[in-house]
């Protein structure tokens, strides 16, 4: 929302839900205008044709049959792009052995046919980061986030 509010000088109402699911029906419900959510929370909204959706924040647009007619935010006329982070994380005293166990058990998962399904369903980009390249992005990352939390007034 800052980043629009940036791009389009302009000042919105942030309104908090829960969580994606509650964002989604409340646009359904006409108690808000629009809203910035994961595409997979508006799925059934989309399909049965109570949501619409105008853009995406990403690079390029999705590659998925359901998704590959809706346009970047960037080809929309707005020149912003912007990734979000879906990670799995464990406690930092993790040991070794476990750390690569569950590294390798999500790199194989990420290789099946039924996360292939859900990366697809779902309008997610496929990608496997670990380790030092892991913790590069997510610092990278954290200044964008907070960058952008400043801006909006959520944290100082």
Do not use: C, H
């Not at 999705?62 to 990670?87: C, F, H, S």
């Not at 030092?132 to 907070?146: F, H, I, M, P």
Request: glycine letters at 10%; zero cysteines.
């Amino acid at each position: 929302m800052v980043l629009l509010e940036q791009a389009w000088g302009v000042d919105f109402t942030y309104v908090p839900f829960a969580g994606g699911g509650a964002v989604a029906g409340a646009l359904i419900g006409k108690q808000v205008d629009f809203t910035v959510n994961n595409p997979l929370e508006g799925l059934s909204g989309w399909k049965d044709g109570r949501l619409r959706p105008l853009a995406i924040f990403a690079a390029q647009r999705v590659q998925a049959a359901q998704w590959k007619d809706i346009p970047t935010v960037r080809e929309a006329g707005t020149n912003i792009e912007y990734q979000m982070l879906r990670g799995i994380f464990g406690p930092p005293n993790m040991p070794t052995a476990a750390v690569v166990f569950y590294q390798t058990l999500f790199r194989q998962l990420l290789d099946t046919p039924d996360m292939a399904k859900f990366i697809a369903d779902g309008g997610f980009d496929k990608a496997y980061l670990a380790g030092s390249e892991l913790a590069r992005w997510l610092d990278t990352k954290n200044g964008q986030v907070r960058d952008l939390m400043i801006k909006a007034g959520w944290i100082k």
